[in-house]
């Protein structure tokens, strides 16, 4: 499956901003779809997935500001954060687990100035 993500930009500490990402195909077919995150200098972590029957795990770091959710029927999943701070800038991904492999889209940069 292909993975388009964008929403990324520049915005201020304390503003909010939401990710989408779009897949190829059904995501009814993909069984964990999540964001991740990779700061400069740091290494790829986890921001948040959600499973096919919609439950949903947060990073400690953004737990209260981010609400992830997929739609059913339909190709898209997004990233809703609030309340951002400089340390969440980054370039974000998206990634579909599925039947048939593990999914990766282009990334999009999120930079928020203090």
């Known amino acids: 499956v292909q993975l388009q993500a964008s929403g990324g930009g520049l915005v201020q500490a304390g503003g909010s901003l939401r990710l989408s990402c779009e897949a190829s195909r059904d995501i009814d077919s993909i069984n964990v779809m999540g964001w991740y995150r990779q700061a400069p200098g740091k290494q790829r972590e986890l921001v948040a997935r959600i499973s096919g029957d919609g439950s949903a795990n947060y990073a400690d770091f953004v737990k209260g500001r981010a609400t992830i959710s997929r739609r059913a029927g339909s190709n898209l999943m997004s990233l809703q954060m609030s309340s951002l701070k400089s340390e969440d800038t980054g370039v974000y991904y998206c990634?579909?687990?599925?039947?048939?492999?593990?999914?990766w889209g282009q990334g999009t940069l999120v930079t928020v100035s203090s």
């Open positions: 990634n579909a687990g599925a039947f048939d492999g593990d999914f």
